[in-house]
């Protein structure tokens, strides 16, 4: 069993910058991929970006490529999102989730983890 905590979120002006962070309680946290999802209020849940466990191989979805840094710190169990240049349209809950696959799927289904989410608003 894995839990998850994120932490970060928050209100920020267009433009600016936020950091979330996902603590993870698995003892074998450097064997999962991890990945960042986000959902807007009448929306889909939708990838943003994964990271996977074995080389650090990482996705991003072209909305936030250029402008979104995922990373991860094994020592601490953490993953991190970096998020620059925010616009409003990225506003939504940020959801961390963790998958026992080697691979930085955009998919949902193979991520068997979830956070409970941390909100996320950009205002104009």
């Known amino acids: 069993q894995v839990q998850l905590v994120e932490s970060g979120g928050g209100l920020v002006q267009a433009g600016g910058s936020l950091r979330l962070s996902c603590a993870a309680s698995?003892?074998?946290?450097?064997?999962?991929?991890m990945a960042w999802f986000r959902q807007a209020p009448g929306k889909e849940r939708e990838f943003v970006t994964a990271?996977?466990?074995?080389?650090?191989?990482?996705a991003y979805a072209d909305s936030v490529k250029g402008r979104f840094t995922i990373s991860r710190d094994n020592a601490k169990n953490t993953v991190y999102l970096q998020m620059n240049s925010l616009k409003p349209e990225d506003t939504a809950v940020y959801y961390c989730?963790?998958?026992?696959?080697?691979?930085?799927?955009?998919?949902?289904?193979?991520?068997?983890?979830w956070g409970q989410g941390t909100q996320v608003t950009v205002s104009s």
């Open positions: 698995a003892r074998t946290f450097s064997s999962y991929t």
């Open positions: 989730a963790a998958s026992g696959g080697n691979y930085p799927s955009r998919n949902r289904y193979p991520y068997n983890y």
């Open positions: 990271i996977s466990w074995s080389d650090g191989t990482t």
